[in-house]
């Protein structure tokens, strides 16, 4: 079995923010020795996403995260709010979600031109940890 | 192989709620044997979806169902309205999706100390089935 | 190992559309002879989505272009669009994601009686390149 899980973390700079995390899931990917299979990259808080898009122009990131500001506003009434004040950070992540898989083929990640793996921080500054685990099949 | 599937129902009881399914999934896991791998959780209908966020306050799943409610309201004019009248549910079902992958490592689902496993309801009450698809790997 | 990667072309037709693409992704995973483990669907573009619905009634595609074209509209101010005019395209379908993963057991793909696979183009008329990888386990 070659299947290998490896761990990195980023340090986020602001209370929102996008990351082009793809030459770190590359990175793990060659190392492995991996030809065939699936790549999951997960971030392992529930304020994150990881999301696969266009990274060339970082604009479309800073769309991302004034659009999902805008559908899912800070508010005061949001009822986790009475704990611990950030559900709306909540709320973007679950739309976009923890967690994107990435076939591997010829022991490279199978990704259109325009697709790469970006990190998205809702609820900064933080360490954030993301698992990068491989599956050989 | 060691891969199993399993499959459980919960009988939903309004009309749009949230559930922690985290023990039921870890359950499988554990039964599996499965030292790492995949796990695969799918809720096997269309106006229902699976999602991975903190459960530990229960409010954020209140919130997620009243955001999405509003984002995506019942409206008279939504067109599979004419056929249904569960227009909004299967477009909040779209965009939190019916599946979540997660990794295994050590016999264990890999999430974060905040992360859980959710079933939302959005056209209740139902019985709703969800698969658990474990792969070895 | 049994796994295998597939790839076909879908010709969309309009700037927004939707796909029932269910029958040819059945068609590689029997095809492949794989009894068990994971087929991923991918679509290889970031303005295009691949989402788990009912495509019984056509309308539901719609409707989901239609919510999602009135929650991320068109406008002067993204960011994106001093390059590419299609930021609108990529925030719906990063809300959407590029990928969608389906248990395969006992040689067929295990969704609900009204889940199917769709996709959804947002910035067409376009050759959209599909893959879908299989792997055994």
């Known amino acids: 079995m070659g299947g290998t899980t490896e761990f990195f973390e980023i340090?986020?700079?602001a209370s929102q923010e996008s990351f082009d995390i793809s030459d770190r899931v590359k990175d793990v990917v060659a190392?492995?020795?991996i030809a065939r299979g699936l790549c999951q990259v997960i971030v392992?808080?529930?304020t994150c996403a990881i999301v696969l898009n266009e990274t060339a122009d970082p604009n479309i990131g800073k769309d991302v995260?004034?659009?999902?500001?805008e559908v899912f506003p800070e508010r005061d009434?949001?009822?986790h709010n009475l704990k611990d004040d950030n559900a709306a950070s909540h709320l973007r992540a679950s739309v976009l979600g923890?967690?994107?898989?990435?076939?591997?083929?010829?022991?490279e990640l199978l990704l259109g031109k325009w697709q790469e793996v970006w990190l998205f921080e809702f609820d900064g500054p933080r360490a954030r940890r993301v698992a990068v685990h491989l599956v050989e099949g």
């Open 11 to 13: 340090e986020t700079t």
């Open 31 to 33: 190392r492995s020795g």
């Open 44 to 46: 392992l808080h529930s």
């Open 65 to 69: 995260l004034r659009a999902l500001g």
């Open 77 to 79: 009434d949001w009822l």
């Open 98 to 107: 923890p967690s994107e898989v990435i076939p591997i083929v010829d022991g």
